[in-house]
């Protein structure tokens, strides 16, 4: 730590201020004009929660193999408080003026991944082509397919999502994943319900967590592949949580948070607010909660958390 302290800044800046100009030769490289204004740098997630329109109340969910979840607060609502058990807290990471929060799941589309693999093991001299992927994106399809036609019923398959440990809350590399409520009959698809059920649960152990810990969190803006590819996964995913998930219409939704920061750095608008006012994205879909599945969800969610005091 002695080496590195002396190489470390002692002043932080937020994206929405101007680091320096562009230079002759990077003008060059990139077909820009020369001097025109850089912007101080910042983490790709926390510029996808800007370009989502990010504000107190409303948890961000970058959504693909893995989950990042990102949330502000004013300064008065947390006031010296330090939320516990996240991945990070630090003021103005996200938005100038404003507390950012980050959290999220170590693994979300890679646990349907790994088991889509898992079943065409006997497949596994298919070279990693084109097709090779087609062919798992296909038994994706098919899984999804026959998994939203189960009756769900509180007796069903519950599976635990830490295949690749737990980033949040309390992250914990060494836990371990597990199915439970097996049977000689269970099928592929119920079992991958139950997986996507395992995802859902995971991110309503954070919601909670978060909660807890004294932050509001009303609705849920979501972006990523994942968001835009499973409606399957979406819809359970707000019938677990009970509140709604607004997808986001942009396909590049850090790359647009990037450039409102650039557009203040710029001097176009005065502050962040304002140019997610007039740069901001719409919502393409929003997943409402169906209340009597939400009930069945509240008993396996019970069984998930039992399921993880297991696998501790």
């Avoid at 490289?29 to 204004?37: D, F, S, T, V, Y």
């Avoid at 370009?51 to 010296?80: F, N, Y």
């Avoid at 798992?136 to 098919?142: I, K």
Wanted: hydrophobic share 45%; with cysteine; aromatic share 8%.
């Amino acid at each position: 730590m002695r080496n590195i302290l002396p190489h470390l800044f002692t002043e932080t800046y937020t994206s929405d201020t101007r680091a320096g100009t562009l230079t002759t030769e990077w003008a060059a490289r990139l077909g820009l004009p020369q001097g025109i204004a850089v912007a101080v740098g910042a983490l790709d997630a926390h510029m996808g929660a800007v370009g989502a329109s990010v504000a107190p109340g409303v948890l961000t969910r970058i959504m693909g193999t893995s989950t990042c979840d990102i949330m502000v607060a004013e300064k008065t609502e947390i006031g010296d408080r330090c939320i516990e058990g996240i991945c990070g807290q630090v003021d103005g990471s996200v938005l100038p003026g404003f507390i950012g929060f980050e959290a999220g799941q170590s693994a979300f589309g890679d646990i349907y991944a790994w088991f889509a693999k898992m079943l065409s093991w006997a497949l596994k001299n298919i070279p990693e082509t084109e097709a090779g992927q087609k062919a798992l994106d296909d038994m994706l399809t098919g899984l999804t397919r026959e998994a939203q036609g189960i009756e769900l019923s509180e007796d069903n398959i519950v599976a635990l999502d830490w295949m690749n440990g737990r980033r949040t809350p309390y992250a914990d590399q060494s836990v371990k994943g597990a199915i439970a409520g097996l049977t000689l009959g269970s099928t592929a698809p119920e079992i991958f319900k139950a997986l996507v059920e395992a995802t859902a649960f995971g991110s309503r152990r954070i919601v909670e967590h978060m909660k807890s810990q004294g932050l509001r969190i009303d609705s849920v803006n979501a972006i990523g592949g994942i968001s835009k590819k499973a409606p399957f996964v979406m819809q359970t995913l707000a019938d677990v949580l009970g509140m709604p998930i607004r997808i986001v219409r942009s396909e590049q939704t850090c790359a647009l948070g990037a450039a409102m920061f650039a557009a203040v750095a710029a001097g176009v608008y005065p502050t962040v607010e304002e140019a997610m006012r007039y740069m901001g994205s719409d919502i393409e879909i929003e997943y409402r909660p169906d209340t009597e599945r939400k009930k069945i969800y509240e008993i396996l969610y019970r069984k998930y958390l039992q399921l993880a005091e297991i696998a501790k």
